[in-house]
């Protein structure tokens, strides 16, 4: 009961928040849909909740309670030792035997069972759970509601950066941001999704926002802030959209030969990732993708997983990797839909891969004229989704894992492709204006 109760007050503060903080308060966006849509992400964190709780039993191998249960082992050291928790949480001085003997030894996921060059991501999800645990007494309930916040806070920025370009179609902007199943699920509890979706959104709105109303040093200490975020969270997802950003930046200071520019950099990206590694050594992008793609192999072999599809072969050279590259594209955008899998589950990423495509499709047959399409936005959009479908094809073989890592890219795509579109040359809004 007190979990249930607990869990209710935080939800009538949140939506206390959404009707009087000025952060919610925009043109086209009203308090009623705004309170909607996060009781919808609770929802969705419920359900996330349940599917993990009732139909994936295995709470060792559960996204969410095991970073929740590994969070206690550090949140244990509040009491009596303080200093010990502020450490941990911060990641300052607590990389030491001290640490590793007390604490890490006793969490189930700290150590991965094959430690890369990349940042531990499962780090950041243990210390958010362990920040949670001073406001939730424990309760996963409480994390649920509070992972929602964080999320719909992120995607509500997601929504104040495009705004300005969806003059008259605010709320279909709110729909392709915050009604993706995908999005609606995986992005409303506490795990990886909703802390990315919540640094993106504030990140890129900053950004946006200085291209048009100029320099702030606010903004640059959010934009920072999300950065370094990102970085330690997922490491892929910032590059995958730094190139379309820099660009994008790039054509708002200098208007004009926005093709030429976007092309550019993305070139120049590409060839700075080949060669990091005369920069930082033992730092190879091909290679560090290549294990990733063997190492998510062996764990689905290991783990006999029932949505695995075997890629083609794979080899650390850039001829391989760009042969690769269009099974990368076709198993992340059509994979869940071609390899379905059994259960409501599977049934459901095909569906919205019908209705995601079906979508973009529609938005390129009725598409606006041309000059009148707002590029560079349009460019960031693809050059996030496309980059970003590489590397999960790159290194997914599961079907259920794709469904799930491309939960970033789907808004960015609906995003773009609304953008290319003319709204009036839909049939059915010609019906309904005659």
């Given at each position: ?114 430690e890369g060059n990349l940042y531990n991501d499962s780090h950041t999800l243990i210390r958010l759970n362990a920040f949670l645990r001073l406001f939730s007494a424990g309760h996963m309930h409480v994390h649920t509601v509070m992972a929602a916040f964080i999320s719909f806070i992120g995607l509500f920025a997601l929504w104040k950066a ?245 939960t970033p890219l789907l808004p960015f795509a609906l995003i773009g492709a609304a953008l290319v579109t003319d709204p009036s040359r839909w049939p059915f809004i010609r019906n309904h204006r005659?």
């Amino acid at each position: 009961m007190s979990a249930v109760l607990l869990s209710l007050g935080y939800l009538f503060l949140f939506l206390l928040s959404i009707r009087k903080l000025r952060f919610f308060r925009a043109e086209g966006a009203s308090v009623t849909m705004l309170s909607a849509f996060f009781l919808l992400k609770v929802i969705g964190g419920l359900a996330l909740w349940w599917v993990y709780t009732y139909h994936y039993r295995d709470r060792g191998t559960a996204d969410l309670y095991k970073y929740f249960d590994d969070s206690a082992v550090m949140f244990s050291a509040l009491p009596d030792r303080p200093m010990d928790y502020v450490r941990m949480l911060l990641g300052v001085g607590n990389d030491s035997p001290y640490f590793t003997d007390h604490y890490y030894m006793h969490m189930n996921n700290w150590f991965r069972q094959y430690e890369g060059n990349l940042y531990n991501d499962s780090h950041t999800l243990i210390r958010l759970n362990a920040f949670l645990r001073l406001f939730s007494a424990g309760h996963m309930h409480v994390h649920t509601v509070m992972a929602a916040f964080i999320s719909f806070i992120g995607l509500f920025a997601l929504w104040k950066a495009f705004a300005p370009w969806f003059g008259g179609r605010e709320r279909l902007l709110a729909l392709l941001l915050f009604l993706p199943p995908s999005v609606l699920f995986w992005a409303s509890g506490p795990v990886k999704e909703s802390l990315l979706f919540f640094a993106v959104g504030l990140l890129l709105w900053q950004v946006f926002s200085m291209l048009q109303h100029g320099f702030r040093a606010r903004g640059m200490v959010i934009i920072a802030g999300c950065g370094v975020l990102l970085f330690y969270l997922k490491f892929y997802v910032l590059m995958s959209m730094l190139p379309g950003l820099v660009a994008l930046i790039w054509c708002a200071w200098r208007p004009g030969r926005t093709f030429f520019r976007f092309g550019l950099v993305l070139v120049l990206f590409l060839v700075a990732a080949l060669n990091i590694h005369h920069l930082v050594p033992g730092f190879n992008m091909l290679e560090v993708l290549f294990w990733k793609h063997r190492d998510f192999i062996g764990l689905a072999d290991l783990m006999n997983s029932g949505s695995y599809v075997a890629p083609p072969p794979l080899q650390p050279t850039a001829d391989s990797f760009i042969r690769f590259a269009p099974y990368a594209l076709y198993i992340t955008f059509l994979g869940p839909l071609v390899h379905l899998s059994g259960g409501a589950a599977g049934l459901l990423a095909g569906m919205e891969t019908v209705v995601f495509l079906l979508f973009i499709v529609l938005c390129l047959v009725w598409h606006r004229p041309w000059p009148l399409i707002g590029k560079a936005q349009v460019l960031f959009c693809l050059s996030f989704v496309l980059l970003l479908a590489l590397v999960i094809g790159y290194t997914t073989p599961v079907m259920g894992a794709i469904v799930r890592y491309r939960t970033p890219l789907l808004p960015f795509a609906l995003i773009g492709a609304a953008l290319v579109t003319d709204p009036s040359r839909w049939p059915f809004i010609r019906n309904h204006r005659s």
